[in-house]
């Protein structure tokens, strides 16, 4: 009988975590990009996937998978700029300012979610060793 394991299950809890709440901002985040702008239920789910982005940026911090300097890693400078624009995006939306709020917001979902987390599919990652198998 074959045994089935998930690596990510596997993985440290942080990983975990940090994987989970990743997934749940870039499906939320394409509702969003889906759904009308401008209306209450945007406003609530952009600030729940503002949070979201909050905790994938905090909880990278618990991550010292790669090490280069010390126990970060290049993907940590994301984490830093994420946390400086976040509030950013929030702020610009509050002043209407439609134009910096879409190119902050999407430059982090596209940046720190599609992009980012296209590094995570390569083979000798949790997430590429679940999708592809190794």
């Given at each position: 009988m074959t045994h089935f394991t998930c690596p990510l299950?596997?993985?440290?809890?942080?990983?975990?975590?940090?994987a989970f709440a990743a997934l749940a901002a870039f499906f939320l985040g394409v509702a969003q990009l889906a759904r009308v702008?401008?209306?209450?239920?945007?406003?609530?789910?952009?600030?729940?996937?503002v949070g979201l982005m909050l905790f994938v940026a905090l909880s990278s911090f618990f991550i010292h998978e790669l090490r280069q300097w010390g126990n970060f890693s290049p993907i940590h400078l994301l984490s830093v700029f994420t946390l400086a624009m976040l509030p950013l995006g929030v702020y610009f939306a509050r002043r209407h300012n439609v134009v910096g709020h879409?190119?902050?917001?999407?430059?982090?979902?596209?940046?720190?979610l599609v992009i980012a987390g296209a590094f995570t599919l390569l083979?000798?990652?949790?997430l590429g060793r679940m999708v592809f198998g190794g």
């Open positions: 299950l596997e993985a440290p809890l942080a990983i975990q975590i940090h702008k401008g209306t209450r239920t945007h406003r609530a789910l952009g600030y729940t996937w879409r190119t902050i917001m999407l430059g982090l979902f596209f940046g720190a083979p000798s990652r949790i």
